[in-house]
């Protein structure tokens, strides 16, 4: 529809929130994911009767697995997180317009956030149970798919920046695909056996690194090609 779409990244009359607003909103709320990341770390109660100054029977409660599990999935939430904030803004940077159906799909990447908190808990509490770790691995699913999803929409609208090209928005959707792929890969695995289903999550970071590496030699390309190309031309345009 006309009016649907805009190639600026502030706030129009029609509403439809500019790129700019909801990279801010979006900041806001992961800040807010984090922060309530940490309340399922509650303070551990020594037994009745035992000596509050006691270092071993304090040290006993915090090294108790009931603990440990929390904090092991707050870890692994808070980095997950951080991991999701990162793509969104690499995403983002491909995207110089936007429109409401981009603002919607943004809406979805900040559902899948807000419910890592409650994610992150059932995994804490539950570490060895099949259904609390096929719901965290879930989350982390939607938060992909809808990650490499507001590329595909932007890229359909016209809505990319005039230096994006097909093998940059590639890379994205390629990791976007792999990470997608590991985490179903968790979740069959989980059927069978919890534990090991969180060690293929380890296959992230492997998949995180080899997507920076292609993402800094696509780079580094273009950058020679913009340089050899500056070089007939006599003028070299900075990227």
């Keep these: 529809m006309p009016g649907d779409r805009h190639p600026g990244t502030d706030g129009d009359p029609l509403g439809v929130p500019g790129t700019e607003r909801l990279l801010a909103l979006t900041d806001g709320v992961v800040a807010i994911a984090l922060t309530l990341l940490v309340l399922q770390l509650a303070i551990p109660e020594l037994p009745a009767g035992t000596n509050p100054d006691s270092a071993r029977a304090l040290l006993h409660q915090l090294t108790d697995p009931t603990f440990t599990s929390l904090l092991a999935a707050y870890v692994i939430s808070f980095y997950v997180i951080a991991q ?58 939607l938060a992909s798919l809808s990650t490499t999803l507001v590329i595909a929409v932007a890229r359909r609208q016209g809505l990319l920046v005039s230096g994006a090209d097909r093998a940059m928005t590639s890379v994205i959707r390629a990791r976007g695909a792999l990470t997608c792929a590991v985490i179903v890969l968790s979740i069959a695995v989980a059927v069978v056996s919890p534990v090991n289903a969180k060690y293929v999550w380890l296959l992230l970071i492997l998949t995180s690194m080899a997507s920076r590496r292609a993402g800094r030699g696509l780079s580094t390309a273009q950058g020679a090609d913009e340089t050899s190309d500056g070089d007939g031309d006599g003028a070299v345009e900075a990227g």
């Design 84 to 141: 999701f904030w990162l793509a969104h803004h690499r995403v983002y940077r491909l995207v110089g317009g936007h429109s409401e159906a981009l603002a919607w799909w943004n809406f979805a990447f900040l559902l899948t956030i807000t419910l890592f908190p409650f994610s992150s808990e059932l995994l804490g509490r539950y570490p060895d149970n099949s259904t609390a770790v096929i719901e965290f691995a879930g989350n982390l699913l």
